[in-house]
């Protein structure tokens, strides 16, 4: 089965190639993503988000899918001295960083609580998959008709932050000030939770946050830097020549 919606401001494509019927799956995936965009965009004023930046409701009476967004934006606030913050001055609150990997592994986590054993979930460009090989291109941070890399993933997730999308639109909280140290960072992680956020992290760090990254358990890396050096980890899942982009 093969389904694409657009959600959240970005196509949402989704492929299982286990027998039988999907879409009851698939309806519950997209609902829940459509579900998220209501309540976490910082951009509907009337989402609890919002809401939130307002200064309603109160802190202690938020939902518990909400409480737990803001755990990880603190955690990794924390463990980037401050590079990672989804309250920067003049933004308000936003946590769109950290609530769309955690949002769509949650989707994946519904397709496995289905029974789907292989599939491959792709967000925008940033992927979990299962049952693998698949194979995901990674754009060349400078031409959009090139990939730098071709990763091959089993059971896991890769995301990428760059420039090339949206400009320099990740801020360094430490500074307030655009991160500029890289073209591109990729990260392979168990769960695009955490490669999507240790991706934006990583990248609000800067070139420092290349080792950042690719010091925390089960990530591996892939970056490209402002003067264009390319720095991989040794197990970043690399496929072998030859092989195509799924």
């Not at 694409?4 to 997209?30: K, N, Q, T, Y």
């Not at 939130?52 to 934006?73: K, M, N, Q, T, Y």
Request: aromatic share 6%.
């Amino acid at each position: 089965m093969r389904r694409v919606e657009h959600v959240m401001g970005f196509p949402v494509s989704l492929r299982v190639d286990d027998e039988g019927s999907w879409e009851s799956a698939a309806d519950a995936l997209f609902a829940w993503l459509r579900e998220v965009d209501a309540r976490f965009s910082p951009f509907r004023e009337d989402s609890e988000v919002s809401r939130l930046g307002r200064g309603e409701p109160a802190p202690d009476r938020i939902s518990p899918e909400l409480a737990e967004v803001l755990a990880l934006s603190e955690r990794y606030r924390a463990d980037t001295g401050g590079a990672f913050d989804v309250r920067l001055p003049g933004r308000g609150l936003d946590p769109c960083a950290v609530v769309k990997g955690w949002s769509v592994q949650k989707g994946a986590d519904l397709l496995r609580a289905a029974g789907a054993r292989r599939f491959c979930l792709n967000a925008g460009g940033d992927v979990t998959a299962a049952g693998g090989p698949w194979r995901v291109g990674v754009r060349h941070p400078e031409d959009a008709g090139r990939l730098c890399a071709v990763v091959e993933l089993t059971d896991g997730a890769v995301a990428t932050s760059a420039r090339y999308e949206r400009g320099d639109h990740i801020i360094d909280g430490r500074t307030g000030r655009p991160a500029t140290g890289l073209l591109a960072l990729t990260v392979t992680a168990p769960t695009l939770t955490e490669a999507d956020t240790v991706a934006t992290a990583a990248f609000a760090l800067g070139r420092d946050g290349v080792d950042w990254a690719a010091a925390r358990d089960g990530c591996e890396v892939f970056a490209v830097t402002a003067d264009r050096r390319v720095l991989r980890t040794a197990g970043f899942p690399v496929a072998e020549s030859g092989q195509a982009a799924a």
